[in-house]
Protein backbone atom coordinates (compact mmCIF):
# COMPACT_ATOMS: atom_id res chain seq x y z
CA UNK A 1 0.00 0.00 0.00
CA UNK A 2 1.37 3.45 -0.47
CA UNK A 3 2.25 4.97 2.84
CA UNK A 4 3.14 8.12 4.05
CA UNK A 5 6.69 8.30 5.44
CA UNK A 6 7.10 8.00 9.32
CA UNK A 7 6.16 10.89 11.27
CA UNK A 8 8.68 13.75 12.57
CA UNK A 9 9.58 14.60 16.11
CA UNK A 10 7.36 17.79 16.04
CA UNK A 11 4.25 15.71 15.26
CA UNK A 12 3.86 13.95 19.01
CA UNK A 13 3.49 15.38 22.32
CA UNK A 14 3.49 13.49 25.55
CA UNK A 15 -0.10 14.20 25.36
CA UNK A 16 -0.39 11.26 22.37
CA UNK A 17 1.90 8.80 23.94
CA UNK A 18 -0.68 7.67 26.50
CA UNK A 19 -3.00 7.21 23.23
CA UNK A 20 -3.84 3.03 23.38
CA UNK A 21 -6.68 3.54 21.36
CA UNK A 22 -6.92 2.46 17.25
CA UNK A 23 -7.40 4.89 14.69
CA UNK A 24 -11.75 4.59 13.96
CA UNK A 25 -12.28 3.95 10.19
CA UNK A 26 -15.50 5.06 9.00
CA UNK A 27 -16.24 5.16 5.30
CA UNK A 28 -18.76 8.18 3.91
CA UNK A 29 -19.28 6.98 0.51
CA UNK A 30 -22.04 4.48 0.34
CA UNK A 31 -22.60 3.83 -3.21
CA UNK A 32 -20.52 4.20 -6.46
CA UNK A 33 -20.72 4.18 -9.74
CA UNK A 34 -19.85 1.80 -12.63
CA UNK A 35 -16.20 3.11 -13.77
CA UNK A 36 -14.38 5.53 -11.85
CA UNK A 37 -14.92 7.56 -8.47
CA UNK A 38 -13.88 9.61 -5.59
CA UNK A 39 -14.24 7.32 -2.39
CA UNK A 40 -14.32 9.41 0.17
CA UNK A 41 -13.23 8.73 4.46
CA UNK A 42 -12.61 9.30 7.68
CA UNK A 43 -9.57 8.02 10.11
CA UNK A 44 -10.03 9.61 13.53
CA UNK A 45 -7.52 9.20 15.90
CA UNK A 46 -5.90 11.28 18.59
CA UNK A 47 -2.31 10.54 17.51
CA UNK A 48 -0.79 11.08 14.28
CA UNK A 49 -1.19 8.02 11.71
CA UNK A 50 2.01 6.97 10.77
CA UNK A 51 0.62 4.39 8.16
CA UNK A 52 -2.07 4.50 6.15
CA UNK A 53 -3.19 2.28 3.01
CA UNK A 54 -6.07 1.35 0.61
CA UNK A 55 -7.42 -1.88 -1.17
CA UNK A 56 -10.37 -2.31 -3.47
CA UNK A 57 -11.52 -5.23 -5.31
CA UNK A 58 -12.56 -4.32 -9.47
CA UNK A 59 -14.16 -7.65 -10.24
CA UNK A 60 -12.22 -10.54 -8.96
CA UNK A 61 -8.48 -8.48 -8.51
CA UNK A 62 -7.40 -6.38 -5.92
CA UNK A 63 -5.91 -3.37 -6.08
CA UNK A 64 -4.13 -1.10 -4.15
CA UNK A 65 -4.35 3.16 -4.45
CA UNK A 66 -2.90 6.11 -3.04
CA UNK A 67 -5.20 7.29 -0.28
CA UNK A 68 -4.81 10.99 -0.29
CA UNK A 69 -5.25 13.35 2.96
CA UNK A 70 -8.05 15.90 2.84
CA UNK A 71 -8.31 17.86 5.94
CA UNK A 72 -9.54 17.34 9.76
CA UNK A 73 -9.15 13.51 9.44
CA UNK A 74 -10.65 13.10 6.00
CA UNK A 75 -9.15 11.23 3.26
CA UNK A 76 -10.26 10.29 -0.65
CA UNK A 77 -8.99 7.73 -2.77
CA UNK A 78 -9.62 7.20 -6.70
CA UNK A 79 -11.21 4.20 -7.23
CA UNK A 80 -12.57 1.87 -10.64
CA UNK A 81 -14.71 -0.64 -9.74
CA UNK A 82 -17.36 -2.85 -11.97
CA UNK A 83 -21.46 -3.72 -10.65
CA UNK A 84 -22.87 -5.40 -8.96
CA UNK A 85 -20.28 -4.13 -5.86
CA UNK A 86 -16.71 -3.64 -4.36
CA UNK A 87 -15.02 -4.84 -1.31
CA UNK A 88 -12.89 -1.61 0.61
CA UNK A 89 -10.00 -2.44 2.86
CA UNK A 90 -8.36 0.28 4.87
CA UNK A 91 -5.59 -0.45 7.26
CA UNK A 92 -4.37 2.62 9.22
CA UNK A 93 -1.67 2.57 12.19
CA UNK A 94 -1.00 5.45 14.70
CA UNK A 95 2.79 6.73 16.00
CA UNK A 96 1.79 4.33 19.17
CA UNK A 97 1.54 1.75 17.16
CA UNK A 98 -2.23 1.12 17.13
CA UNK A 99 -3.65 -0.17 14.45
CA UNK A 100 -6.98 -0.51 13.09
CA UNK A 101 -8.66 -2.10 9.55
CA UNK A 102 -11.86 -1.91 8.03
CA UNK A 103 -13.29 -4.06 5.10
CA UNK A 104 -16.55 -2.89 3.93
CA UNK A 105 -18.81 -3.92 0.53
CA UNK A 106 -20.21 -1.00 -1.18
CA UNK A 107 -22.43 -1.59 -3.81
CA UNK A 108 -21.94 -0.50 -7.31
CA UNK A 109 -24.60 0.49 -9.45
CA UNK A 110 -24.11 0.48 -13.44
CA UNK A 111 -24.67 3.88 -15.34
CA UNK A 112 -27.63 2.48 -17.33
CA UNK A 113 -29.95 1.53 -14.47
CA UNK A 114 -28.47 5.20 -13.25
CA UNK A 115 -29.31 7.33 -15.78
CA UNK A 116 -32.75 5.36 -16.46
CA UNK A 117 -33.08 6.02 -12.53
CA UNK A 118 -32.56 9.82 -12.92
CA UNK A 119 -34.73 9.97 -15.61
CA UNK A 120 -37.68 8.05 -14.26
CA UNK A 121 -37.18 9.64 -10.63
CA UNK A 122 -37.16 13.25 -12.46
CA UNK A 123 -40.29 15.76 -10.95
CA UNK A 124 -40.92 17.09 -14.78
CA UNK A 125 -40.79 12.93 -15.94
CA UNK A 126 -43.54 12.25 -13.04
CA UNK A 127 -45.55 15.34 -14.45
CA UNK A 128 -45.41 14.49 -17.71
CA UNK A 129 -46.95 11.03 -17.02
CA UNK A 130 -49.50 12.82 -14.86
CA UNK A 131 -50.56 14.83 -17.59
CA UNK A 132 -50.82 11.58 -20.41
CA UNK A 133 -51.58 8.71 -17.87
CA UNK A 134 -50.24 5.47 -17.11
CA UNK A 135 -49.36 3.86 -20.14
CA UNK A 136 -51.74 0.06 -20.79
Known sequence: MPLPGP????CCSSNTSNDTTPPKII????????GNNVLKLKIED?????????NFTQGNKNIETYLAKEQNQEYIALVKVVPPFTEIQVRAVDVNDNSA?????????NWFDM???SITNNPIWKNTQALFGEPR
Do not use: A, F, H, N
Open 27 to 34: ITTDILYE
Open 7 to 10: PGPE
Open 101 to 109: RLVQQIKVE
Open 46 to 54: ESPLKLRGI
Open 115 to 117: IIS
